[in-house]
C-alpha cells in the first residue's frame, strides 16, 4: 500500500503535502509529522569520502559528497489495513530533481522509506531506524541517500518540526557520512544581515523559539541564495 502512495504523490519533491492521521488528544504521546516539502536538511560530514569498488569501500579518497544543505520532503503515512502502522518518507532535493531523468528506477525506490514509531521515547523524540536506500540514476551518474537514525522530535512545544539522524551519501561510487538536523519550514535569509526577521529570527517565519542560523549558498526560497537552518543538535531551541 505505502509503495502506491509514493508513485502517485512522490514523483517530484513539489507534490502536495498529506493528512497524517495522528491522536491530537494525546500530545505528549503522537508522533505527529509536519507533511510538507519545504523541510530543510543540513548535513554535517563525519568521514573521509572514499571511493567503493564492487561495493567494498577502499582507501582510494574521492571528492563527490552531499550538498551542505537542501530541501527535503518529509512525509507520514498511516495504514489502517495493518493496525494503523506508520511509515516515514523522506524526499531528498538531491533525488527530487534528478527523479524524471532517471527511466530505469521505480519511483517507489526514489524515496526513502522507513517504519515509524507510534508513541514518543522519554526524550520526545519518534524513531525511525532503518530506511530502504533511495536512489536515482541518470546517464550522467547514479546516487543514492542510505538513512538511519532518524528521530523526529514531538514534544508538544514543537511538535513534528525537527528531525535527526545519520546519512550515507553516494555519488558514482563516491561515499561519504553525515549528520542530519532539518526543520520545517525552510525559511531564505539574508547573509550577514543583523535584523531579526532577515537572520532567522523573529519575523523570519520560523518558530521564535528555533535556534537557527542562516547558511549561504543554499536556495530554499524563489530567488534566494540563503536559508536558516539548525545552529544546534536537534532539537535546536535558544
Same mark, same amino acid.
Given at each position: 500500500m505505502t509503495k502506491n502512495i509514493l508513485k502517485t504523490t512522490l514523483v517530484v519533491l513539489s507534490?502536495?503535502?498529506?493528512?497524517?492521521?495522528? $491522536?491530537?488528544?494525546?500530545?505528549?504521546?503522537?508522533?505527529f509529522v509536519q507533511d510538507a516539502t519545504n523541510w530543510i536538511a543540513k548535513y554535517d560530514q563525519v568521514d573521509e569520502p572514499r571511493l567503493v569498488v564492487d561495493g567494498v569501500v577502499t582507501d582510494q579518497a574521492c571528492e563527490l559528497v552531499a550538498p551542505k544543505a537542501e530541501l527535503l520532503g518529509v512525509y507520514k503515512f498511516v495504514n489502517p489495513d495493518a493496525g494503523n502502522a506508520a511509515t516515514l518518507a523522506l524526499r531528498p532535493q538531491g533525488? /527530487?530533481?534528478r527523479g524524471? /531523468? $532517471?527511466t530505469t528506477t521505480d519511483q517507489s525506490e526514489q524515496t526513502a522509506i522507513g517504519n515509524f514509531a507510534s508513541? /514518543? $521515547?522519554?526524550?520526545?523524540?519518534?524513531?525511525a531506524p532503518t530506511f530502504e536506500s533511495a536512489r536515482v540514476v541518470t546517464a550522467t551518474g547514479g546516487i543514492s541517500y542510505q538513512f538511519s537514525n532518524i528521530r523526529v522530535y514531538a514534544a508538544p512545544n514543537a511538535p513534528?518540526?525537527?528531525?535527526?539522524g545519520e546519512l550515507t551519501y553516494t555519488r558514482d561510487g563516491c561515499r561519504s557520512?553525515?549528520?542530519?538536523?532539518?526543520?520545517?519550514? /525552510?525559511?531564505?535569509?539574508?547573509?550577514?544581515?543583523t535584523a531579526a526577521d532577515e537572520s532567522c529570527g523573529e519575523g523570519s517565519g520560523l518558530n521564535p523559539d528555533f535556534a537557527a542560523t542562516c547558511l549561504d549558498g543554499i536556495v530554499c526560497v524563489v530567488g534566494g541564495t540563503a536559508c536558516c537552518v539548525p545552529a544546534?543538535?536537534?532539537p535546536s531551541f535558544n
Open positions: 507534490a502536495g503535502s498529506m493528512l497524517t492521521g495522528c $491522536d491530537l488528544e494525546q500530545p505528549e504521546a503522537a508522533c533525488l /527530487a530533481s524524471l /531523468a $532517471d508513541e /514518543a $521515547d522519554a526524550n520526545d523524540f519518534c524513531g513534528g518540526t525537527q528531525l535527526t557520512s553525515y549528520i542530519v538536523s532539518a526543520l520545517w519550514p /525552510a525559511v531564505g535569509c539574508i547573509a550577514g544581515s544546534k543538535a536537534i
